[in-house]
């Protein structure tokens, strides 16, 4: 039973990530009590408990990657929390001295194709309704509007552009079933060049590729599968990575905070890494800073000890 569990729990790491095989036949396991700390299960990784420890850790990093898991309402109360937070902070440093830094929050929610219809809505051209209808969300992420539309309405209010940053799901669709070069030409152009999506490193195919397994084995997919659901996984990761890269070479003076699946945070395996290889050259080394934090512990308790998983973990309070 305890294996059977594992499995699962790794299965929703991915699955509420990718969403792409096995999204609605995952069962919705609720927060677990770890029987051990935090801290004991992530050595490597600091555990909070409050936005006001973690604000003055993250503050000055470039980019902040906010790992959730999409059906929590928590983590995206966690969210908002965190952007207002930031905000605030800014507005008084602005009293202060007179520094201002810009916001941007870059949504894997939203696929590339949604940009011009996000922006009308934050400019107030178009209504809450129009927006969920012309970006097709209930049909293309389709977990509830009311978990994000809170964050959306407070951009909208402060001015604080949101990104489109995900890949569209037919063309994931497309290259799990064909592979990238059933791709033509027009489809190419809303995902990175080819030569930019890479399957490495190997512990982050080893990682997703366990959780297809668990997946196959609970009788949802088959072996051919197998190489097809990693590369949508990497291509997912690619595009989110340049849309956020593109971002920030243009807007260097712009903060990003990134919301995402803790599937592509975790270890910096997924959008962390492509984003600073993107940024990260020669001449910008000492520049380039990110911050990652998991909104709430992984269920998963057989996730690698050796590595840190990310910079923070936000414990949920005990009742």
Same mark, same amino acid.
């Given at each position: 039973m305890i294996f059977h569990n594992h499995k699962i729990k790794l299965m929703r790491l991915f699955a509420l990530s990718l969403g792409l095989y096995f999204l609605s036949t995952v069962p919705a396991y609720a927060q677990t009590t770890a029987t051990t700390t935090c801290e004991n299960r992530f050595a490597d990784t600091r555990c909070v408990n409050s936005v006001k420890q973690l604000i003055p850790e993250i503050s000055k990093a470039r980019i902040i990657y906010l790992g959730e898991t999409h059906d929590s309402a928590e983590d995206h109360k966690k969210q908002l929390e965190i952007i207002q937070e930031l905000r605030d902070r800014n507005h008084n440093k602005i009293a202060i001295s007179g520094a201002q830094r810009g916001y941007a929050i870059a949504m894997e929610m939203f696929q590339r194709p949604a940009q011009n219809a996000i922006d009308n809505y934050l400019a107030g051209k178009i209504t809450e309704a129009e927006l969920i209808k012309q970006t097709e969300y209930e049909q293309r992420w389709g977990f509830p509007w009311e978990l994000y539309a809170p964050i959306l309405r407070f951009a909208k209010a402060n001015n604080i552009p949101i990104l489109a940053i995900n890949t569209p799901s037919e063309i994931t669709r497309k290259v799990s079933r064909q592979g990238l070069q059933? @791709?033509? +030409?027009?489809? *190419? =152009? &809303?995902? +990175? +060049?080819?030569?930019?999506? *890479?399957?490495?490193?190997?512990?982050? *195919? =080893? @990682?997703? &590729?366990?959780?297809?397994?668990?997946?196959? !084995?609970? $009788?949802? $997919?088959? /072996? #051919? !599968? &197998?190489?097809?659901?990693?590369l949508a996984q990497v291509l997912w990761d690619e595009t989110m990575a340049e849309s956020i890269a593109n971002f920030v070479k243009a807007n260097p003076n712009t903060q990003v905070i990134v919301l995402a699946g803790q599937g592509h945070i975790v270890y910096d395996y997924g959008i962390p890494s492509r984003v600073k290889r993107r940024l990260q050259g #020669? /001449?910008?080394?000492? !520049?380039?800073?990110?911050?990652s934090v998991l909104l709430s512990p992984p269920e998963d308790e057989s996730l690698p000890k050796n590595k840190k998983i990310a910079d923070f973990i936000w414990e949920n309070n005990p009742d």
């Open positions: 059933s @791709l033509t +030409p027009e489809e *190419r =152009k &809303l995902i +990175p +060049p080819f030569s930019e999506i *890479r399957t490495s490193p190997d512990e982050y *195919r =080893k @990682l997703v &590729l366990a959780a297809f397994e668990a997946h196959q !084995n609970a $009788g949802h $997919g088959t /072996s #051919k !599968n &197998l190489e097809s659901f990693f #020669k /001449s910008d080394s000492q !520049n380039f800073t990110h911050r």
